[in-house]
């Protein structure tokens, strides 16, 4: 692997739940991650944890990167050789609640990050978007190609805006050397059941309800409308094991090392739709339960059905889901069990 001479990695948000996956891939191929968090959605303890699966010390910075200032610090610190964007808030529900948070935070993040980066002259970002910017798609699976439509979500809008930030400052500023990938589902956790994902109050998340449901953390899972236009009447999505998703992101940052590509975008899924009622299937052949659950009305703002064409990620990245639906369902799984002993 060709690699530039100093490796420092930032990565905003990277004690969260892809954040942290995506610091130890860096880590296994080499890089030095730089985790820039300010904890407000994360725990501390997950870099105790990472700091032991990976045997290494961390730097971590306890900030929010909206602090030009001690950005600006630590761009001075660290000869970065490229940006990794985790860092914003995520809940679609909240977003519909609190709008001005999700514009501060998401919109204002990446103002607040790109200023640096121009000043400094760092090129290369990865940047987190998401596959609610397609909206309701005509057709599926979706390609990059496809347009993009409003989202449902003010969560949503800010991944739109960011998207089209990012295109109008990089007319401005041709040097920035962009890849923006639009995850489909992530779920899952790491092999070993150190790391995975941690809601803050109750799911919103389908897998995350599930496996709470299973430890008794909830009554019962409920399925938000069976009579959908699709082949079980419930929805399907993309659900992409989160390490794959970890792993895209090395897969991104050669890429930018390798060449000058202005912006580049990619979907990251499986190319694979699953329904809710299949994945409520699988977890049960998986822990060998029978996981209670009611059919209740749809909920509002939900896609019924889209998965990922994935060949661009394929092809340009050399970068391909390895792990399956089953593999991330077992995974989750197994970190729900140990999460209690861990926290
Ligand atoms: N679902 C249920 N019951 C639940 C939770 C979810 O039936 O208790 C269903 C949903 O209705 C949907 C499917 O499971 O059909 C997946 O729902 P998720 O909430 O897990 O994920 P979404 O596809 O709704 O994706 C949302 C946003 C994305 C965002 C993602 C991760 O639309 O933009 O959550 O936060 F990236």
């Known amino acids: 692997m060709q690699m530039e001479k100093n490796n420092y990695i930032l990565v905003t948000g990277g004690a969260g739940y892809i954040g942290s996956h995506t610091v130890v891939a860096l880590i296994e191929n080499g890089f030095t991650p730089v985790i820039v968090d300010d904890f407000r959605n994360a725990q501390r303890s997950v870099i105790q944890r990472l700091e032991e699966l990976t045997e290494t010390n961390l730097l971590v910075n306890d900030f929010s990167i909206h602090d030009k200032n001690q950005l600006i610090q630590l761009f001075n610190k660290y000869p970065f050789s490229g940006v990794i964007h985790f860092a914003a808030d995520k809940a679609v529900g909240e977003s519909v609640e609190n709008p001005l948070k ?52 003010p969560y949503g809008f800010t991944k739109l805006m960011n998207e089209q930030m990012i295109h109008q400052v990089q007319t401005a500023h041709p040097e920035l050397n962009v890849a923006v990938l ?60 989160v390490v794959d998703v970890a792993e895209a992101h090395v897969a991104a940052l050669n890429f930018l090392n390798k060449r000058k590509v202005g912006i580049e975008t990619f979907n990251l ?14 977890f049960d052949e998986i822990s060998g339960m029978n996981l209670p659950f009611k059919v209740g009305s749809r909920r509002s703002g939900d896609v019924p059905e ?30 729900e069990q140990q999460a209690k002993e861990i926290q």
């Open 102 to 153: 999700y514009f501060n935070n998401n919109l204002g993040g990446l103002i607040s990050l790109l200023e640096v980066m121009i000043q400094f002259d760092n090129q290369k970002l990865v940047f987190s978007s998401s596959c609610t910017v397609y909206g309701t798609p005509d057709l599926v699976p979706v390609t990059e190609d496809t347009p993009t439509k409003m989202p449902e979500s």
């Open 182 to 241: 639009r995850y489909f589902n992530p779920i899952g956790a790491h092999l070993s059941g150190w790391i995975g994902e941690e809601p803050q109050g109750t799911p919103n998340n389908l897998l995350p309800y599930i496996t709470q449901t299973a430890v008794g953390k909830r009554d019962f899972l409920t399925v938000h409308g069976n009579d959908y236009n699709t082949p079980d009447g419930s929805c399907v999505r993309d659900y992409i094991h």
């Open 269 to 282: 899924g499986t190319g694979k739709g699953t329904s809710v009622l299949e994945m409520i299937r699988f």
């Open 306 to 335: 889209i998965y990922a064409n994935t060949d661009k990620a394929n092809e340009v990245l050399g970068w391909t889901a390895k792990r399956t639906v089953k593999d991330a369902i077992r995974d989750a799984w197994n970190y």
